[in-house]
C-alpha cells in the first residue's frame, strides 16, 4: 500500500514529466515520509513494474 500511494503520488505531482512537475523532496514531504523512503518506496515500485512489464514483452517477442 505505501508504494502505490507513493507511485500515484509521483504520478499525480508530474515527477516523471520532462521537465518534472515534482521533486522527490516535495512528494516525501506531501506523504510526511523521509525523502530516503520515498526514494526506496518508488524504485521499489518501479522495479515491480517493469519486472511485470517485461514479461509481456518477452513473451510477445517470442510470438513474432
Known sequence: PRRRKVL????EAG???IPRGSTLQEIADDLGIAKTTASQHLRKAEKNIME????????SAQNT
Open 52 to 59: 511485470f512489464f517485461i514479461q509481456y514483452v518477452n513473451i
Open 8 to 11: 500515484n503520488k509521483a504520478l
Open 15 to 17: 515527477y516523471f514529466d
